[in-house]
């Protein structure tokens, strides 16, 4: 099967954004997606679902971005066998989201890969797959050994120093081990999972309309960028048009969670380095951010905002008026503060050519978000699959090709400047109308999908309904799951005091979807 006859034979899901989807084999499943590798594609997202009460079979899920938008491939897996093409050769993204659904299903690839279990831990064994509906709930199992067969490295002078899981600030849960000559990384090893909540499993059962409260909950510095993406999901499968008005203010709310996100990690970056006032000066700026969000809507980081259908608050022109002398503040502040990032000769020193990541193996891995965009990955989704209203923004996309510290760090500042422009576009076109539509009834069946461009990168929630309007598998996929294995690469030949800069450059999280 070639790309052109998948996307003219299988039908454009409901909804803006252009997505097909379509049933295929073991067979067509490899060669689409070697043919979107060689086309330049990428692997966005890869999970699975509980169909043997239908269907007597489980079913692997691929989402793939080409050129023309994203394929959705869906490969039964036969009870009996449960098992399927390895896909990690060809994108090295796809091996953490295999050996999860391993452990959360009990289908695995075929052969090659990566086996080793990645969220299981302890918690239950590994004959117990919590994601298969014949899961109790309320099963409980004795604590048994991890026994996690870490990747050892050996030779002379090497030695390992472990990090984590458990650390001095308030962070969540991660352990890296690092194999060391000296200060100097020959190897990084991550392994993530200690706060495994379990967010796919509460979401079956519940309404549509119930799991938007628990989509805006997934990652909490990212709750815009969720709560939107599960809103696409629910508007495709119920085929309700939001009111112009609500997908303005969505825009709106995805560009201010940009600029908190973007102003405090200039503020982590600086103190990273040991400038503490850039990080208070960054924190100050975040903070007269969070302010004005709960002032006006009621919410400091915005949850609840984004529902099925549209949004629940509005903005008065007192608000307009907030908003437009904030921007202008920030606007002033931040172009202050990049000079005195720019011209301090230690930071300059820490950043540049720290934490490298090659335009050519950022491309090979699938680096994706902000942290791709930095070396050369020219992916946004709001500029080259742009919803409503960013079809009428023009968004410019910001790409460097450096992809260091300093990379990144340029980034969070062009996106500032971008964010800026974006919401004032916003401010002056606000078009006046309702803010919620009556959500219709969805399908059994139905596949939704919410694709959205977050802070961190693409964002996307995959929504397979039910009976009665509730949720049969709910997937929420955080870039997350593709740029931590950079980090592993970016560590190499650098020294051990420069990972939690280079760490923080990234900023990926640890829980965006039960990391």
Known sequence: MKLDDFSSTFPKLPGAMPICHGTVNAHDLHELCEQVKHDGGKLVALWASDDTAKDNHFALHVALVCATGMLVLTLPVAHEKPDFPDLSELFPAANRMQRSVADMMG?????????????????????????????????????????????????????????????????????????????????????????????????????????????????????????????????????????????????????????????????????????????SQFWILKEDLLRMNGELFGHRYLMDRIVPGGVTCDLDNTGLLRIAETLNHIKHEVAILKEIYDEHAVMQDRFLTTGHVASDLAAQLGLTGLAGRASGQAWDARAQFPCVPYNKLDVNMVTHRNGDVAARVLMRFEEITESIRLIRLILEQLPEGELLSELGNAAEGTLGIGWVEGWRGEIVIALHVGADNRIHRLHPHDPSWQNWPVLEHAIMDNIVPDFPLINKSFNLSYSGVDL
């Not at 052969?111 to 509906?133: C, E, Q, S, T």
């Not at 996690?148 to 990090?163: D, L, M, N, R, S």
């Not at 001095?168 to 991660?174: D, L, N, Q, S, Y």
């Not at 379990?198 to 309404?207: C, D, L, P, Q, S």
């Open 107 to 279: 289908i695995h690839p075929t052969d090659g890969g990566n086996h080793r279990k990645w969220l299981r831990h302890a918690a239950w064994p590994g004959n117990v797959h919590p994601l298969r509906k014949s899961f109790d709930i309320a099963a409980r199992f004795p604590l048994e050994e991890d026994n996690y067969p870490f990747v050892e490295v050996t030779g002379k002078g090497v030695h390992e120093i472990a990090v984590g899981p458990v650390h001095a600030g308030i962070i969540e849960p991660g352990h890296f081990r690092f194999s060391v000559v000296g200060e100097r990384v020959l190897r990084l090893e991550e392994r993530f999972g200690y706060k495994h909540k379990g967010i796919e499993k509460r979401f079956e059962g519940m309404t549509l309309q119930q799991g938007a409260k628990l989509a805006g909950r997934i990652s909490g510095d990212t709750t815009v960028g969720f709560a939107w993406a599960y809103a696409q999901a629910v508007e495709s499968v119920t085929r309700t048009t939001p009111p112009e008005r609500a997908l303005w203010l969505r825009a709106l709310f995805l560009e201010l969670e940009r600029l908190l996100n973007h102003i405090g990690d200039l503020g982590y970056l600086g103190n990273d380095a040991a400038l503490a006032f850039g990080f």
